[in-house]
């Protein structure tokens, strides 16, 4: 399974010290062993149309091998609780998607 999320900076964080330590943050994610893969981004440039959506600071695309390693990340991850106890004071909005 597949889960996306995007994150949007308060914006009280929309500086370089809490972007670096919100990458920081997102690369330590990236070491989860529930992980299968994952990467995380900023919005491409693209060219802007009626679709598209760039108002995001942050997203991640994470993999993970069955729907039991997703729930041991959700539930009983400690890189995972670490970064969401750690770092949600600086987010205004969170949004999630999941792919089965």
Do not use: C
């Not at 942050?58 to 990340?73: V, W």
């Amino acid at each position: 399974m597949e889960h996306h999320v995007y994150f949007w900076l308060k914006d009280e964080y929309k500086n370089e010290a809490s972007r670096d330590r919100m990458e920081a943050a997102l690369d330590e994610l990236m070491e989860s062993p529930n992980i299968a893969e994952g990467v995380w981004g900023k919005p491409a440039p693209t060219e802007p149309r009626p679709v598209t959506d760039h108002s995001w600071d942050y997203g991640i695309s994470l993999k993970f091998d069955s729907l039991q390693a997703h729930e041991r990340y959700q539930k009983a991850d400690p890189i995972h609780d670490a970064f969401s106890g750690g770092h949600r004071e600086m987010w205004a909005k969170v949004l999630v998607m999941d792919l089965a």
